[in-house]
Structures are given as C-alpha cells and as structure tokens.
C-alpha cells in the first residue's frame, strides 16, 4: 500500500490510480467527494447506508450501517485499497442531534471502521471534521488556528472533536498517515433541503419572504465542489508523515455574516420576496464568529 505522490497543491506530482474506500459516499458531502475521486482516475469502493443510488464510476457499492458492526464484514472490501476517506457522520443539523447518536455514530463507529481499516492493511487515513469543533474557544480569535484547544459546543462538534483525538491515537499507535480537514459551513448541491443554502433558493425562486435570525453570525461559507476538491487532495498528498495526524483548516478564506451570504445569493436568484431577518431567535449556545486561520495545519502526535 504504498502512497506516491500525487496532484494537489501541497508539492505533490501526479499520481498512480489508488484505491479508495469512501464512507459516507451518498451524503451530500460523499457524492461530491466521490465524483471527484472518480475524475481524478481512482477507483472508489463506496460505503452507504442506502437512500441514494450509487453514484456513476463507482467500482463496488457497500450497504452498511457502521453503528451496527453486528451486520457488517469490511475485510474483503478493504483488500488491497490504499486510503480510507471518512464522511459518515451523524448530528450534523443541530435541531435533530442527539448526544449519544452523535457519540456511538462519530465516535464509536468511526473508530471502530478506522481500526478495521488498519488492521487490513490502510496506510492513509483521511477525515472530515469540522472547525466547529473549536466551539467557543473561536471567540478568542478573528481566524482561528489548528493550534487552539476545542471546546465544543453541541453533540455533532463534540462527538467530532472526540474523533479527532481517536485518530490522533490510531495514527501514532499503529504508524500510519492521517489527515483531517475542517471546513467550516459546507454549501452547495444536493444539501439538505432545510438548511440556509438550499432554503434561500426555495425562497427565492418562488418569490416568498423568507424569516431567519439576526444574520450577524460570521462563518466561512465553502462551496462543496472546493470541499470535495480538497478532499480529493488529500488523498495523494506527499506531506503527509506515518505516525502523525495533520489537522488543517479548508475554507473559501472570504468570511462573511450570514446576512452578506443570504443577500448575495437572494440577488442571484431574482428573489422578489423579503429576507426577514430577526424573526427566529439566534441559537444560544451559537458562536457570534467561527472563521478558521486558512493555510496553516498542525501536526499532532509522536515524530517517527
């Protein structure tokens, strides 16, 4: 399973074809990543609860559900695959999350499926995260580093910034390569349809008011495509060290508040009706601004 260089913006060449397995492959973000894995000439084993057809290109499409281990044998299908890319997760909307959800599926699962990886012989992991697992320690910043230390403030961010340090753990213990990217608002096609993108566009098109909270929240807003881009990347990245993970932040790097990134895409989309602002209620526990420090990584772990 060795890993050779490959096409990204981290001094990397081109690469030889690798073999992928993709979690999470029919989510919003995983059918981006995995188009992409399939243009840039990878063959891609997808792993999905089902909902969704497979995707066009994929080499074998694997129905599971990771928090039911009792119902799955992965060994044959990690046989010979080079990277494990993890999107599963659960609790992303926070309306629907649950603690102990969030925790066996982001958790208990994930690290379940990464040793399993492992064990088969993967020597690349890479992870999807989230900047918000910095939770309120992004109110000490205007961009947040990798440096600073999470504190979480929902299931989803907890329960991902647990995983984080799981995988910190595997990639030193066993010697492998990881990396987990944090994106921090992920738009785009194929989004859930309730949330803020998505909404705007519903709105929008069919001429309504659209009521939404106070919009002076701040984020850094990441088409999906740059995601899946950045995902795609990591793959055959050359700068990554066994035995360390890498956490690095990805983002548009234009932050802007909610109110800029509503208005914008309302004009876009001819919206005739009125941006209500102000008439939900901001979340409490909601950080006012979580812009990540793009262009830095840290890596965590022992050196080798």
Same mark, same amino acid.
């Given at each position: 399973?060795?890993?050779?260089?490959?096409?990204?913006?981290?001094?990397?060449?081109?690469?030889?074809?690798?073999?992928?397995?993709?979690?999470?492959?029919?989510?919003?973000?995983?059918?981006?990543?995995?188009?992409?894995?399939?243009?840039?000439?990878?063959?891609?084993?997808?792993?999905?609860?089902?909902?969704?057809?497979?995707?066009?290109?994929?080499?074998?499409?694997?129905?599971?559900?990771?928090?039911?281990?009792?119902?799955?044998?992965?060994? #044959?299908?990690?046989?010979?695959?080079?990277?494990?890319?993890? !999107?599963?997760?659960?609790?992303?909307?926070?309306?629907?999350?649950?603690?102990?959800?969030?925790?066996?599926?982001?958790?208990?699962?994930?690290?379940? $499926?990464? $040793?399993?990886?492992? /064990?088969?012989?993967?020597?690349?992991?890479? /992870?999807?995260?989230?900047?918000?697992?910095?939770?309120?320690?992004?109110?000490?910043?205007?961009?947040?580093?990798?440096?600073?230390?999470?504190?979480?403030?929902?299931?989803?961010? #907890?329960?991902?910034?647990?995983?984080?340090?799981?995988?910190?753990?595997?990639?030193?213990?066993?010697?492998?390569?990881?990396?987990?990217?944090?994106?921090?608002?992920?738009?785009?096609?194929?989004?859930?349809?309730?949330?803020?993108?998505?909404? $705007?566009?519903?709105?929008?098109?069919?001429?309504?008011?659209?009521?939404?909270?106070?919009?002076?929240?701040?984020?850094?807003?990441?088409?999906?495509?740059?995601?899946?881009?950045?995902?795609?990347?990591?793959?055959?990245?050359?700068?990554?060290?066994?035995?360390? $993970?890498?956490?690095? /932040?990805?983002?548009?790097?234009?932050?802007?508040?909610?109110?800029?990134?509503?208005?914008?895409?309302?004009?876009?989309?001819?919206?005739?009706?009125?941006?209500?602002?102000?008439? !939900?209620?901001?979340?409490?526990?909601?950080?006012?601004?979580?812009?990540? !420090?793009?262009?830095?990584?840290?890596?965590?772990?022992?050196?080798?």
């Amino acid at each position: 399973h060795a890993l050779d260089p490959g096409v990204s913006n981290h001094t990397s060449q081109r690469s030889r074809r690798m073999k992928v397995v993709v979690s999470g492959a029919s989510g919003f973000i995983g059918r981006h990543a995995v188009n992409s894995l399939i243009q840039a000439g990878h063959e891609v084993i997808a792993l999905s609860r089902g909902g969704n057809p497979p995707v066009p290109g994929v080499t074998r499409w694997v129905q599971c559900d990771l928090s039911r281990p009792e119902e799955w044998s992965l060994e #044959a299908d990690f046989e010979g695959v080079d990277v494990l890319l993890h !999107l599963a997760a659960s609790g992303v909307d926070p309306k629907t999350a649950v603690w102990a959800t969030c925790f066996e599926t982001n958790v208990t699962a994930a690290m379940r $499926l990464w $040793l399993a990886a492992v /064990n088969a012989g993967v020597r690349r992991i890479v /992870n999807c995260g989230t900047c918000f697992e910095y939770g309120s320690a992004a109110t000490a910043h205007l961009a947040i580093p990798t440096t600073a230390a999470p504190q979480p403030l929902s299931p989803y961010a #907890a329960s991902k910034a647990a995983a984080t340090m799981i995988l910190h753990g595997i990639a030193a213990s066993s010697n492998i390569q990881a990396i987990s990217l944090r994106p921090c608002v992920v738009f785009g096609e194929g989004e859930p349809e309730h949330r803020l993108w998505p909404s $705007l566009r519903r709105a929008a098109l069919a001429g309504t008011d659209l009521p939404m909270t106070s919009g002076f929240q701040v984020r850094d807003f990441m088409p999906v495509e740059l995601l899946a881009e950045r995902l795609c990347e990591a793959v055959t990245r050359e700068d990554l060290r066994a035995g360390r $993970l890498l956490v690095e /932040n990805v983002g548009s790097g234009a932050p802007k508040s909610v109110r800029e990134f509503a208005t914008e895409w309302w004009g876009r989309w001819g919206g005739t009706g009125k941006l209500l602002f102000c008439v !939900l209620p901001d979340r409490p526990s909601e950080c006012p601004r979580m812009v990540p !420090l793009i262009g830095t990584a840290e890596r965590v772990g022992l050196g080798r």
